[in-house]
């Protein structure tokens, strides 16, 4: 009989998803209306604000799609995974520390994309530690309730950060100083939920150590990797699958406040209503990993699918706020499930041996969705002069990922 008690070495590994949550929440809200009040001083119009931040998050995850496959292959040497983790989670907390540091909307996106990168590529080797810290019976389990802490957990130091935002004047300091204490209270609290997984986690599964220069070995593992994936067409299927779909649920986190300051929408609605969703989504995502005993995990990702699609069609005609707090809703409720089976499902298809190398290429799929996403977005908000319009692009990308999810589960 399964014990459902969490082991400590799963909490800490939960852990780790409440501090590196807090700084993707910061980046969906407070982080895009900072940037956006650096490009009204500098007379950036509001459409152009919106695509300059969409195409930083391309930036972002273009890089980490490139390299991830190789940082992922290298993960799966002994002994590197978790230094190559620590080195990651190190490169996003300094540069989220430093980001009040510019004044030049420019500068800001730089060290933005620094900051995301090395969040994005620490999770390539949390998402492979999974098969070390947990069983494969266990692991929809554990995966959803590291979303569910991560989104409830998060809610902590952005509420604080929220606090000195909002009403700086209360407390007699600047907009500034207010900003400086958001991004360190954040880079604080990455770094403190990081550390008790860094201490305990212990690399279980390995590929065979026998290249001298494990540099050029992870590249010819990565090589390996391709072929190994192409025998696999239920996994290569997935992958593409995965691919369409997640790039709508990416997209939708980096890009909501933006989105809603474009269309004029009330900025402290926006944060509240976003808060809203983090809320939503803790009960949510443990809701589905109740669900996942008892229900193939396969068909409630093809309900979180479809979901999100009814979500991005009715994105399309949003100009007002409560439909935006409806649209906050409906994401917190599904953004959980789909994230955590989706993590869980590729876990349990993989050979354990081979975690990182196989979600190096996860990686480089969900990472590779979020930068056509953003810039298919970003791209046709400025052809076309509509924000609403950039929106219906996601709708087509949803519907993708269903038919060819659909049509991975009919193979072996």
């Given at each position: 009989?399964?014990?459902?008690?969490?082991?400590?070495?799963?909490?800490?590994?939960?852990?780790?998803?409440?501090?590196?949550?807090?700084?993707?929440?910061?980046?969906?809200?407070?982080?895009?209306?900072?940037?956006?009040?650096?490009?009204?001083?500098?007379?950036?119009?509001?459409?152009?604000?919106?695509?300059?931040?969409?195409?930083?998050?391309?930036?972002?995850?273009?890089?980490?799609?490139?390299?991830?496959?190789?940082?992922?292959?290298?993960?799966?040497?002994?002994?590197?995974?978790?230094?190559?983790?620590?080195?990651?989670?190190?490169?996003?907390?300094c540069a989220l520390a430093a980001l009040w540091i510019p004044t030049s909307w420019r500068v800001f996106l730089i060290l933005y994309i620094v900051a995301k990168v090395g969040y994005s590529a620490s999770l390539i080797f949390y998402d492979s530690m999974l098969s070390d810290v947990t069983t494969p019976e266990r692991m929809d389990r554990v995966s959803s309730h590291g979303y569910a802490w991560g989104y409830i957990g998060s809610c902590i130091p952005f509420v604080i950060s929220l606090v000195f935002?909002?009403?700086?004047?209360?407390?007699?300091?600047?907009?500034?100083?207010?900003?400086?204490?958001?991004?360190?209270?954040?880079?604080?609290?990455?770094?403190?939920?990081?550390?008790?997984?860094?201490?305990?986690?212990?690399?279980?599964?390995?590929?065979?150590?026998?290249?001298?220069?494990?540099?050029?070995?992870?590249?010819?593992?990565?090589?390996?990797?391709?072929?190994?994936?192409?025998?696999?067409?239920?996994?290569?299927?997935?992958?593409?699958?995965?691919?369409?779909?997640?790039?709508?649920?990416?997209?939708?986190?980096?890009?909501?406040?933006?989105?809603?300051?474009?269309?004029?929408?009330?900025?402290?609605?926006?944060?509240?209503?976003?808060?809203?969703?983090?809320?939503?989504?803790?009960?949510?995502?443990?809701?589905?990993?109740?669900?996942?005993?008892?229900?193939?995990?396969?068909?409630?990702?093809?309900?979180?699918?479809?979901?999100?699609?009814?979500?991005?069609?009715?994105?399309?005609?949003?100009?007002?706020?409560?439909?935006?707090?409806?649209?906050?809703?409906?994401?917190?409720?599904?953004?959980?499930?789909?994230?955590?089976?989706?993590?869980?499902?590729?876990?349990?298809?993989?050979?354990?041996?081979?975690?990182?190398?196989?979600?190096?290429?996860?990686?480089?799929?969900?990472?590779?969705?979020?930068?056509?996403?953003?810039?298919?977005?970003?791209?046709?908000?400025?052809?076309?002069?509509?924000?609403?319009?950039?929106?219906?692009?996601?709708?087509?990308?949803?519907?993708?990922?269903?038919?060819?999810?659909?049509?991975?589960?009919?193979?072996?």
């Amino acid at each position: 009989m399964e014990n459902k008690k969490l082991t400590a070495l799963e909490k800490q590994w939960i852990l780790y998803d409440v501090g590196n949550s807090a700084f993707i929440l910061l980046v969906a809200t407070i982080m895009p209306i900072y940037f956006n009040s650096l490009c009204q001083s500098a007379g950036i119009a509001e459409v152009d604000y919106l695509a300059y931040w969409g195409y930083a998050a391309s930036v972002s995850t273009l890089i980490v799609a490139l390299s991830g496959p190789v940082l992922g292959t290298l993960a799966d040497y002994q002994g590197l995974k978790k230094k190559i983790f620590a080195l990651c989670v190190m490169v996003g907390v300094c540069a989220l520390a430093a980001l009040w540091i510019p004044t030049s909307w420019r500068v800001f996106l730089i060290l933005y994309i620094v900051a995301k990168v090395g969040y994005s590529a620490s999770l390539i080797f949390y998402d492979s530690m999974l098969s070390d810290v947990t069983t494969p019976e266990r692991m929809d389990r554990v995966s959803s309730h590291g979303y569910a802490w991560g989104y409830i957990g998060s809610c902590i130091p952005f509420v604080i950060s929220l606090v000195f935002v909002l009403f700086y004047e209360q407390f007699s300091m600047t907009i500034m100083t207010a900003m400086i204490l958001a991004f360190v209270i954040n880079a604080l609290w990455w770094l403190g939920c990081t550390l008790p997984l860094l201490k305990n986690y212990k690399q279980k599964y390995y590929g065979e150590d026998v290249q001298k220069d494990k540099l050029r070995g992870s590249f010819r593992r990565l090589a390996d990797s391709f072929r190994k994936i192409r025998r696999h067409r239920k996994i290569f299927l997935f992958l593409i699958a995965f691919f369409f779909y997640i790039d709508g649920v990416y997209t939708i986190i980096d890009m909501a406040t933006a989105y809603g300051s474009a269309l004029g929408l009330d900025t402290q609605g926006l944060l509240v209503a976003l808060l809203v969703t983090q809320i939503v989504a803790f009960p949510s995502a443990l809701v589905f990993a109740w669900l996942a005993r008892k229900i193939n995990n396969a068909r409630l990702i093809q309900l979180c699918i479809f979901a999100y699609t009814g979500i991005a069609l009715f994105a399309i005609q949003l100009d007002k706020q409560w439909e935006f707090w409806v649209l906050a809703v409906c994401v917190g409720l599904f953004q959980g499930g789909i994230q955590a089976l989706s993590r869980s499902y590729f876990a349990q298809i993989i050979p354990p041996e081979n975690a990182g190398e196989f979600f190096g290429l996860f990686d480089i799929c969900g990472k590779g969705a979020a930068f056509l996403g953003t810039a298919l977005v970003s791209l046709t908000a400025q052809i076309s002069g509509s924000a609403n319009g950039a929106i219906a692009i996601l709708a087509v990308m949803f519907v993708i990922g269903l038919f060819l999810f659909n049509r991975a589960q009919r193979m072996e």
